[in-house]
C-alpha cells in the first residue's frame, strides 16, 4: 500500500515550518515574544540601569534645546 501524497495548499496560512511543531513553540498563542526582565542591564558602557540610559538621552534632548535656543536668539 503507498501513503498518501503531501497536498500542497496555495494558501500562505496553511503553510507549516519544516522544522516541525517545536519550532517557535514558546511563542505559539500570543503572537509576540516574550519581554526581556525589567532588571535586566543595558549593556552600554557606564550605564547600569534603562533608567539612566533614559534620562541621559532626555538631558542630551534638552541640552539641544537649550542651545537652539540660546543661538536663535544670539544670531537673530
Do not use: H, Q
Request: hydrophobic share 40%; glycine share 10%; charged share 20%.
Amino acid at each position: 500500500m503507498n501513503p498518501p501524497e503531501e497536498v500542497l495548499s496555495s494558501d500562505p496560512r496553511d503553510a507549516r515550518s519544516s522544522r516541525g511543531d517545536e519550532a517557535g513553540s514558546e511563542y505559539r498563542g500570543s503572537g509576540v515574544p516574550p519581554l526581556p526582565p525589567a532588571d535586566e542591564p543595558p549593556g552600554l558602557p557606564g550605564f547600569r540601569t534603562w533608567r539612566g540610559v533614559y534620562a541621559f538621552v532626555l538631558g542630551v534632548f534638552v541640552w539641544w534645546i537649550a542651545l537652539l535656543a540660546l543661538l536663535t536668539e544670539k544670531f537673530s
